[in-house]
């Protein structure tokens, strides 16, 4: 099917794209890499009468680390991400999400902000960032706010963000001393959706947890943070009861629908073998420094 017909802008920064934002409305839609939208339009699950086409827009497309925080723009493409030897070395759950969303044709074009503002509960960067405990910056002509990662998603395909707003930057705090992550993801075959996933951030001190984030795939109604899990490993050692305790407190906090990829308990026993995976994974990095 074709899509509806639109009108199409292309502003060239971000204070244009913002004006046309607030101008048009409920009217509008942005498209950054088109991989979820273009799809949307073409079945005609979305009819927008305009498109504000943000691609040109350099001030959105970055990476940097600095002050104690990685930023990330909302323009960043997969790939970027998948190539980038800081993120590899410092960021793993990163890195390892990075290379494991969609197939490199999506990568290609696909962006981080389109993802988190798609707000998939089975997108891989919603848990990412809420196992790195992110910050996301919305901006509209009107002003900007900054909303934690746990506090944007609302349910399928809906967040915090106002029509006439932008998600403008992600802010992870840097990853300091001995940290460690990992991203496992269940899919059907190369390049799915994840049945189910696992994104973990931890943070070592003194052979202790420092900090701990988990975020799960694909397991409820919108990514889930599993804080209880979190709760449990910060100030202990990750011994292998620690490690399981959390893992089950991870399953506990899944909310899993049956379906042709799999029963709950299924899904849920995945959350659980998955978390410990990777919070063994975590540890070994962290231990290896990176
Ligand atoms: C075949 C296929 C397989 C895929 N597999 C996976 C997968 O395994 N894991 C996964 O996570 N994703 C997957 N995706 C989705 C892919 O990652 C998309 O790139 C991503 O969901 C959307 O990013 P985008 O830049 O293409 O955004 P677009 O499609 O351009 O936009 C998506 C939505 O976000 C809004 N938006 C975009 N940028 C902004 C912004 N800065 N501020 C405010 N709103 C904004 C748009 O208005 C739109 O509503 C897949 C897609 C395809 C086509």
Avoid: C
């Amino acid at each position: 099917m074709l899509p509806a017909p639109f009108e199409y802008s292309a502003p060239e920064t971000m204070d244009e794209a913002l004006d046309l934002l607030d101008a048009l409305g409920d009217e509008s839609k942005v498209l950054a890499g088109g991989q979820s939208l273009i799809p949307l339009l073409k079945l005609r699950f979305a009819s927008p009468a305009h498109l504000v086409d943000v691609n040109r827009v350099a001030e959105l497309d970055f990476l940097d680390e600095h002050d104690g925080v990685l930023r990330i723009g909302p323009l960043f493409r997969h790939k970027a991400a998948e190539r980038s030897g800081m993120l590899a070395s410092k960021y793993a759950v990163i890195a390892e999400a990075a290379r494991q969303v969609a197939d490199p044709i999506v990568r290609n074009r696909g962006t981080v902000g389109g993802s988190l503002a798609h707000a998939d509960p089975a997108g891989d960067w919603g848990s990412v960032m809420l196992a790195l405990d992110a910050e996301f910056v919305l901006r509209s002509k009107r002003g900007s706010r900054t909303i934690r990662a746990r506090d944007f998603f609302s349910g399928p395909f809906s967040s915090a963000l106002k029509s006439n707003e932008l998600l403008v930057e992600i802010r992870v705090p840097a990853a300091d001393g001995r940290k460690g992550g990992s991203y496992l993801k269940l899919e059907r075959k190369v390049g799915d959706f994840a049945t189910v996933a696992v994104a973990v951030h931890l943070q070592m001190d003194d052979g202790k947890v420092k900090s701990a984030g988990i975020g799960l795939t694909a397991v409820g109604p919108q990514n889930l943070k599993a804080d209880r899990a979190e709760a449990a490993l910060k100030g202990r050692a990750l011994d292998d009861a620690t490690i399981k305790e959390a893992a089950a407190l991870a399953a506990a906090a899944a909310e899993p629908k049956a379906d042709n990829r799999g029963s709950v308990d299924y899904k849920r026993n995945v959350v659980r073998v998955f978390t410990e995976r990777g919070l063994r994974r975590a540890r070994e990095r962290a231990q290896g420094g990176a």
